[in-house]
Each structure stands twice: as structure tokens, then as C-alpha cells.
């Protein structure tokens, strides 16, 4: 198994059609009974696995598929570091959005 964190974006992407080939194949699947079980054809099942580009709806419909939904959990979840950052995440409200930078001027 590759170490992601060292990955390219096109590496992760191969990794990823990699492993949910593997877990396919544990699972005694065929390309065709997971591309109908998810409701896409074989040939876009086959080069998710063989690339790893698809749709983001493609790929949770495969997670689900694979039963591996439960994986996702912790993905993009901020890591709490300590009992203060607990206390203070839950006193604050979650942001909403990013804040806009003011653009700086220029003195004349």
C-alpha cells in the first residue's frame, strides 16, 4: 500500500482505483455486477479502478457498494489536539465561511 501523505493528486487517484479494485476482488465481485449495483457502466467502474478519476458521486456510490461509507468518517474532520481546544471548539460556533481578504493598497 502506497503512503499517501508523499502522494501526487494523480498518485492518490491510482491508489484509491487500486484499493477499491482489491476490495472488489476480496468480495468475489465482478466489474459488472458493481458497475450495475452502482448504476454505471463497466467500462467507467474499469477506469476508475485502472485511474482512479471519477465522479465524487462515483466513488461514494463504489464506497458504498464495498460497504467501506464507515472509512469516511474521520476524513477532513479537524484533529482536537488537546481537553483546552475541545473546550474551546464547542464554545465557539463553526465558521461558516472563509474570511475575504481586503485587498491592500498601494500608498501614493
Do not use: H
Not at 500500500?1 to 491508489?15: K, N, R
Not at 476482488?25 to 476508475?48: H, M, Q, W, Y
Request: hydrophobic share 40%; with cysteine; proline share 4%.
Amino acid at each position: 500500500m502506497a503512503e499517501l501523505a508523499l502522494a501526487l493528486p494523480d498518485e492518490i487517484c491510482a491508489e484509491l482505483g487500486a484499493r477499491a479494485r482489491a476490495r472488489r476482488l476480496l468480495l468475489n465481485l465482478s466489474v459488472d455486477e458493481l458497475a450495475e449495483r452502482i448504476g454505471v457502466s463497466s467500462k467507467t467502474l474499469g477506469n476508475f479502478e485502472r485511474t482512479g478519476r471519477c465522479t465524487l458521486e462515483t466513488f461514494v456510490s463504489v464506497l458504498e457498494a464495498l460497504n467501506a461509507t464507515g472509512e469516511l468518517q474521520q476524513l477532513l474532520v479537524a484533529p482536537t489536539r488537546s481537553i483546552e481546544d475541545m473546550r474551546a471548539k464547542s464554545a465557539v460556533s463553526a465558521r461558516q465561511r472563509a474570511y475575504r481578504k481586503r485587498p491592500t493598497t498601494v500608498p501614493k
